[in-house]
């Protein structure tokens, strides 16, 4: 993964059609494209302690199918989730351990894995609260992207007057490049080292904590 400035020179017939005020660049890598999770998050994990938020992929968790289960073995690796109900069929197969409640994770990790869950996070600022007081050096958040849905998750019926929408019914929003760094710059301290369309349908954002100069 490479990262670039946003170019200067516009590229976009919108800018000439809105104010300045309301248009916003972001830049969004293709290095990741049609890439799996796996050849994605492999090489990211491994060989670190990581802790991955949302790992059980409750209600429809399928232990074949598991994310959790397939980067247990590259790391050293931890899980939480609140939907503790698919802790004791997941927890034989794994080495690490499984969180349900914020106050029972004590370690410092290398790297947070956030994948698919900040779109069903009620209290965002709060959430990235929890996330920033882990401490880890880094953050990886993927989240289902508008712009790269558009075309195959929404369909409006003029005649019926009625909007169809392919959406997990979890989801409270979706984001865009410019609404998943504005809140990552509005809630968190840390430094985004870039983002990248991903998995077809997402945004992949890594971001590092920033650690004080020392001193003199």
Known sequence: MTTRQVPQ???SALEHAHAPY???KTWVG???VGKSRMEVFGPMCEG???LHVGCVDWPI???NQSLHLRLDPLCQLDGFDINHEAFSSMQPHLRGRLFSDWSQVKDHYDLVLVPEVLEHVPDVEGFFRHLDALGADQYVITVPDAYSCFRRHFDYSSGAQTFVEVVHPDHNCWYT????SNVLRKF???AIEG????????LLVVANRVRDSAPG
């Not at 490049?177 to 998943?180: D, E, M, Q, R, V």
């Not at 983002?195 to 997402?202: E, G, I, P, V």
């Open 9 to 11: 020179t516009p590229v």
């Open 22 to 24: 309301f248009v916003q």
């Open 30 to 32: 293709e290095d990741l």
């Open 48 to 50: 670190k302690k990581v």
């Open 61 to 63: 968790t399928d232990l």
């Open 177 to 180: 490049p410019f609404t998943l």
């Open 188 to 190: 968190t301290p840390w």
């Open 195 to 202: 983002m990248w369309f991903f998995n077809r349908m997402s």
